[in-house]
């Protein structure tokens, strides 16, 4: 018997982003129930985008904070020019970092454990920078933690919005059903703006019912956010896709 075998996980990645979860916890015996709480599309005017990228080369850091982030502004970066190379790159998680392996950028700062916008601040090349010019490549209304505190130490920040993230318009009647049925055996969630779609996405019954059932997540700050939301069988993984597929065999083969 497969190891998830007989389980099905619920999976909120936004659709694009979750072929390798859906993938490897199909190949586990398990079946996956993809259930997207985030949608992510091109901002409705590009232009102060195109405007950043026009002068990139005045800026001392560009800070991507997520894939997304990469994957919407490298291709209009490098569609003219090479990416300047005196740029320090920084990230907040290593899927961003992969996907700028991607184009090419392989001289990254990142965390070295926890990813996140506090463990990225902690590191002391972001203690030290006075005067220094930061562009942060983010969705739209993006944390503030990240740029107040850079600005805070001294820094000139711009942010650079290159996709919007919205709450999908999504049935979930089906998905109910199956749930107050006993089939869903586990939810997984990526980012803090997810799990408050879905708890709003699901209403009240839904809440109830994922109160109930085993949650797994790699962030540490989404795990408080679960708890005050009242999520009790709360799961704190590795990061990334591996880390929540390690976690899911963890707990149901105990």
């Known amino acids: 018997m497969s190891a998830l075998s007989g389980l099905s996980i619920l999976v909120t990645r936004p659709a694009q982003q979750a072929t390798y979860l859906v993938s490897q916890i199909k ?5 996956p129930l993809l259930f997207p709480v985030l949608e992510i599309t091109d901002v409705e005017d590009i232009r102060p985008l195109l405007s950043i990228i026009d002068r990139l080369h005045e800026f001392d850091f560009a800070i991507f904070v997520s894939p997304n ?5 490298l291709p209009l970066i490098c569609k003219n020019a090479p990416f300047p190379s005196h740029i ?11 996907k700028l392996s991607s ?24 203690k030290q920078v006075q005067h220094s010019h930061i562009v942060i490549f983010r969705g739209n209304e993006g944390r503030k933690l990240l740029g107040e505190t850079l600005i805070n130490r001294g820094a000139i920040v711009e942010y650079a919005g290159c996709y919007q993230r919205t709450k999908p318009n999504t049935d979930v009647s089906s998905l109910l059903k199956c749930w107050e049925h006993g089939f ?21 019954v839904g809440q109830q019912l ?12 989404i795990a408080e956010i679960a708890n ?4 009790r069988n709360i799961n704190l993984t590795e990061v990334g896709d591996d880390g929540l597929i390690a976690g899911l065999l963890s707990y149901f083969n105990r």
């Open 228 to 231: 005050d939301l009242g999520l």
């Open 69 to 73: 982030a990469v994957d919407k502004a």
């Open 27 to 31: 190949s586990l015996g398990g079946e």
């Open 184 to 204: 869903v055996h586990a939810v997984t969630i990526t980012s803090s703006e997810g799990l408050h779609n879905l708890f709003d996405m699901v209403g009240e």
């Open 88 to 98: 320090k790159v920084a990230v907040v998680g290593k899927g961003s970092a992969q």
């Open 103 to 126: 184009y090419g950028i392989n001289e990254v700062i990142m965390p070295a454990h926890r990813f996140d916008s506090e463990a990225l601040l902690e590191l002391e090349i972001l």
């Open 210 to 221: 994922l109160k109930k059932t085993p949650f797994f997540t790699a962030h540490e700050r």
